[in-house]
Every structure is written in C-alpha cells, then in structure tokens.
C-alpha cells in the first residue's frame, strides 16, 4: 500500500507541473507572506476597531493570530504534499470533490477581482492627496496598466514588485515601533507627557467597552488578515517549493507579533484609546501626536503601497487561479495559454479588464452598489480558509491510513487546532450576521452562490468530462488504479 500511494504521488506531482517558470525564490517567497499579512486593514481600519473595543482589541489580535496559523499551517501541510499554482481548487477538488473545486477556483478568484476593483480605486484616491487636480481614473488607469505590464514580463519581476511594496510597509511599522519605545524609555517627542504603558488600561481597564464589543470585533480583524493565504498561490512557481513556503509559513506567528500586536501596543500606549476615531489611521494619529512633520502625507505614501501591493496580488492570484479553471474545463480553453515567458497572459488580461471596469462602476453606479459588489469578497476569504482546513482533514485521514504519502510538514497537534480553527470561523459568520455595518456580505453572497450553482448545472450538461473528479478524492484514485488481482491457473 505505501509503495502504492507514492506512485500515486509521483503521478500527481507530474500533473501539476503546469508549465510556470519556478522564479520565485526564499527571499521574495518570504517577503510575498510578510506583505500578505500587512494590509490597509492594519494601517486605516485598526482605528474603528479601537474606538469599539479599546485596548482589548490587541487581545483581538491575538487570537485571530492563532487562527489563522493554524490555516496557514494546515495549508502548508497540503502544499508539501502537492505544490500546485491553484492550490485551493485542486485540494477542493481531490478531498471534497469535483463541485467544492469549481466553487473554490471561481469564489477565490471572484475574491481577488472584487479586492483589485476597490484597490485600485482606493490608490487613485490616495494620490489625490498629493494632486487633487489629477482626475481620478487617471490615476487608477495607470497604475492597472503599469502592473499588468509587470504580472505579464514575469513571475520574477512579479515577485521583486511584492518585495518592495512589502518592504515600505515592514519598514512603516518597524519604524513606528523603534519610535514609540524610545517616547515611551526616553521621554522625548510632544507625546512624552501623555505616553505611558498605563494607558493599556488606565481608562477604564483592559476591556473599557466590555469583553462582548471585544469579541465583535473578531470579525473586523479577522478582515485586516485577508491574503495571508496567497502565498499558497505561489507554490507553483516557487523555486524549493519543499524549502520555501514551510519557512515563510514559520515565520507567521512572529510576523504577527511584530506587525500587529507589537505596533498597536506601542500605539495604545502613545496615545490614549479615545483619542482614535473610525475612519482615521491609528498611525497618522500616533505619528502626529509624536510631532513627525508630514505624518499623514508618511502613511497615505505606505497605504498607497498597500493598496498597490494588493491589486499586484490580485492580478498574479487571479490570472492563475482562471488558467487552472481552463484546464479543467470550466472556464475557455484559451486561457489555459502561456506566453513565451510562462506567465498566463490571456488569463490576466481578462481579470485585468474587469478590475479596470471596477473604476467604471466607481463613476456609474451609486458607492452603495459598489459596496455591495465588493462586500462579497469577505465571506469569500472565509470559504477559503474553511476549504483549506476541511482538505486538510480529509488529507491527514488519508495519509494516516496509509492511501496517501505522509506530509513532510506536518502540523501540530493533530486535527483538533483545525477543527477548532473551523468552529472559530463559523462564530466570525455569526458575528457578521450580527453586525448591521458587515451583514450585507451575508446579502450579496448568496446570489453568487447562486450562480455558480446554475453555472455547475449547465456545465455538466454541456461539458460532462469538466466536473469529473481530478485527480478526485483518495478512494476514488484507489478504485481507479485496483491492485492487480491473482490469475486462476490455466485449466487442463
């Protein structure tokens, strides 16, 4: 059985060399996961998060934190096994089945799509801060161009674009943090009357709004974690996929110490909780409250990045993620084509011109439509991270009986931290039901849902062989390969 199952595994492996070029090495590889989980959730939407829940919500942090490790960890454990470009849809498709890997692939490319509409829109919003007289799809109209361009040179120049906007925000933070521990040790700055590590709870405790507003803003912060999970994306065109990705993944937990529970410590202990309000940037608060010159102009220069960081995202995610749904056949063949530098070209242009079209409803359409096309892409990010736990339980009980090659990255603690990761995930949906400010993605998803349903239906009339199951499920790869039974012996 075992010499079995790595047949299998060489079998599968050779399915999913997809033809991409492997120029992603560790260094960017490392910093694509670093930037994944810094985005304009930490650097703009931490300010309503700490007018709801004051100090608690580094608690808030934390947590989310943990959970979304044991994501990544669950996934890491997957990409071991079989390090694919559309991961997502291919463990959809191999543990739960033909219909979870159509949802998957279009859900988390519909995902990307609708975050590099608002993205792009939101970087040709920072720029009129600078220049108001620039028209703003002008603005958004070249940066689309610019990293089109880019996304179709090469997976290289991709990935060396990802290292440098990640890089402005890792230095954003870290500078901030160095900053703030000399106010809080040293005293100087205009803060230094006013600083101090009691600040934690000095104003009504730890929870000054109750542990309740804590836990509502579970799902708030749950958001501001949303692309982690890209790195899983480049599994593909990682240069030591076996070396790369379980090193980055690693590394998750101290990013997220650093990153986000250090900064928002030292930023809580600066300025006290009340002086933050929804809608501006906790870092442009505690960068003017130090007295930095130009500190709002510092942090709409890093959002900026952000926001450009995450349509780059955006455009490499989605432009892979079609090519693997045309070679399933539930997309057009054409775009399954490579162009002579190995990037799927026809793919990208085609998520590149709906993204554009974002800026188009921006102008046409009232910003509460548009809120409402781009509010699906939420509940789409937790659909993935629920696929990524239920594949990885259905891997860890094949494996265990042997159907399937151990991972040689396995994670820790068994199935329990994955099972309880999908319960956490299921409270953030109830919390999102709760809240009237977040339940319209719980409006807009079902429609889609919808529509994908209709889509599979039609599908598997019109293109049967589409939604069988590749390489489907364990068993079904068994049945499909039977051991070879004992011959009778020749009569007479």
């Known amino acids: 059985m075992a010499d079995q199952a790595q047949d299998e595994m060489t079998e599968v492996r050779s399915e999913g060399d997809e033809g991409y070029e492997r120029g992603l090495g560790s260094r960017q590889i490392q910093m694509i996961a670093i930037g994944g989980a810094i985005g304009t959730g930490l650097f703009l939407g931490a300010g309503t998060a700490i007018s709801k829940a004051g100090p608690s919500l580094i608690l808030s942090y934390a947590v989310a934190g943990l959970v979304i490790f044991v994501i990544m960890r669950a996934l890491g454990e997957l990409l071991t096994y079989r390090p694919v470009s559309g991961s997502f849809a291919e463990y959809a498709r191999e543990f739960l089945g033909p219909f979870a890997g159509y949802v998957t692939g279009w859900t988390y490319w519909l995902f990307w799509v609708v975050t590099g509409m608002a993205e792009t829109t939101a970087a040709a919003v920072y720029v009129r801060f600078w220049a108001p007289g620039i028209p703003q799809w002008a603005s958004a109209l070249v940066f689309l161009v610019i990293l089109y361009a880019a996304n179709l040179i090469s997976v290289k120049l991709f990935g060396e674009i990802e290292f440098w906007f990640s890089m402005v925000k890792v230095t954003a933070i870290i500078g901030m943090i160095l900053i703030g521990v000399g106010v809080l040790t040293l005293g100087f700055s205009d803060a230094a009357d006013t600083a101090s590590v009691g600040n934690l709870w000095a104003d009504g405790g730890f929870f000054p709004k109750g542990i309740g507003s804590t836990v509502m803003t579970l799902q708030i912060v749950m958001f501001a974690y949303l692309g982690v999970e890209l790195v899983g994306v480049t599994a593909g065109e990682s240069a030591e996929p076996e070396k790369n990705l379980p090193r980055a993944i690693n590394t998750l937990p101290w990013r997220i110490m650093l990153f986000y529970i250090g900064a928002l410590t030292i930023i809580l202990a600066l300025v006290p909780w009340r002086e933050f309000s929804p809608g501006v940037s906790p870092f442009v608060a505690a960068f003017g409250k130090i007295g930095i010159p130009a500190a709002a102009g510092i942090i709409n220069f890093v959002v900026l990045t952000a926001a450009l960081s995450s349509c780059n995202s955006g ?67 937790l659909w993935t991270w629920a696929v990524i736990l239920v594949a990885q339980l259905r891997y860890r009980r094949a494996w265990q009986r042997g159907d399937l090659p151990a991972p040689t990255f396995k994670a820790p603690g068994g199935a329990w931290p994955s099972r309880l990761a999908l319960a956490f995930l299921v409270l953030v949906v109830v919390l999102i039901a709760i809240d009237e400010d977040s339940r319209i993605s719980l409006y807009v998803f079902p429609v889609w849902a919808a529509a994908l349903v209709v889509g599979y239906q039609v599908l598997k009339r019109v293109r049967p062989q589409a939604v069988l199951a590749h390489p489907g499920p364990p068993e079904a790869r068994r049945d499909a390969h039977p051991e070879p039974r004992p011959q009778a012996a020749p009569r007479g």
């Open 315 to 381: 455009m490499y995610s989605t432009g892979r993620m079609l090519r693997d749904l045309a070679q399933r056949g539930q997309a057009p063949g054409r775009l399954t084509a490579l162009n002579s530098r190995r990037t799927p070209a026809l793919a990208i242009t085609v998520s590149a011109l709906l993204m554009g079209l974002g800026v188009v409803l921006n102008y046409l359409v009232p910003a509460k439509a548009f809120e409402y096309i781009t509010s699906v892409a939420t509940v789409c990010g």
